[in-house]
């Protein structure tokens, strides 16, 4: 449903990229909270003028967000390799994302702790992400993970 409302979206309105981008995230938002299975679920998705922002809720029984905290390059990394083989909706986000020159936040947050981590992609880095053609047969699926 999510998939065939942003199809839609982007073929039907016609303003700048940025109305393009609020409309998409605001859909997405309303479809909070995302599960995400064991390992906890999607509470947001918002747009705040400059970044989209994930927040999400982990479930710190299998997610340790204080290694999290303590490797922000390795979480930067692991989110980056996530977006290369993106599904075709999160790949048309990604680049809807670029066009609006927009970052991505995404707040981890211990479901029992209440601590976060925040892993911030800029713009310029999600266009080299956009730019990067993974092999899908090097990494044996394409990421869905993260819906748009």
Not at 17 to 46: F, W
Not at 94 to 109: D, E, P, R, T, W
């Amino acid at each position: 449903m999510l998939l065939c409302s942003v199809s839609l979206l982007m073929i039907v309105m016609t303003g700048c990229q940025e109305a393009k981008l609020k409309t998409v995230i605001g859909i997405a938002n309303k479809q909070c909270p995302l599960d995400m299975g064991e390992v906890g679920n999607i509470t947001s998705i918002i747009y705040d003028g400059d970044n989209v922002v994930y927040t999400l809720n982990m479930n710190e029984e299998i997610t340790n967000i204080k290694i999290l905290k303590d490797n922000p390059e390795s979480m930067k990394s692991s989110i980056k390799m996530m977006f290369q083989n993106p599904a075709a909706d999160v790949k048309e986000m990604l680049k809807l994302m670029a066009k609006c020159n927009s970052g991505l936040h995404m707040i981890f947050v211990g479901n029992k702790s209440g601590e976060q981590a925040v892993c911030e992609l800029t713009a310029e880095e999600l266009k080299e992400v956009i730019n990067t053609n993974a092999d899908p047969a090097q990494s044996g699926h394409t990421n869905t993970f993260f819906p748009l």
